[in-house]
């Protein structure tokens, strides 16, 4: 992961996720969102860290990713805003803590 995450963003450590958006239409015109790279290590790390349960870290951060894959980002402070506050929407439709408070 840490490799991937210098080539692709120059950031020289492991991140929990990455997302590699694609715009390809595949078989009965289904869009493909991408992929995501996520590293089970940085995970277990961050479940440890923040006192989470590893289940609801793993929804967290598949969400996180597929939102990017959407086109979301939290490159600023105003488009975290938005990205938070759905995460935090389908985070407890689900019955998980919200990750942003």
């Not at 492991?14 to 790279?37: E, R």
């Not at 940085?42 to 990017?68: D, F, M, P, Q, R």
């Amino acid at each position: 992961m840490k490799k991937l995450n210098f080539f692709y963003r120059k950031k020289n450590q492991a991140t929990n996720i990455l997302a590699f958006p694609c715009n390809a239409f595949i078989k009965y015109n289904c869009q493909l969102l991408g992929d995501l790279v996520i590293c089970k290590n940085v995970i277990e790390e961050e479940t440890l860290k923040y006192n989470i349960s590893l289940k609801e870290h793993w929804a967290h951060i598949t969400i996180h990713g597929t939102l990017h894959l959407l086109g979301y980002d939290h490159k600023n402070k105003q488009d975290a805003k938005i990205m938070e506050k759905i995460e935090n929407k389908i985070m407890a439709s689900l019955h998980y803590h919200k990750p942003y408070i």
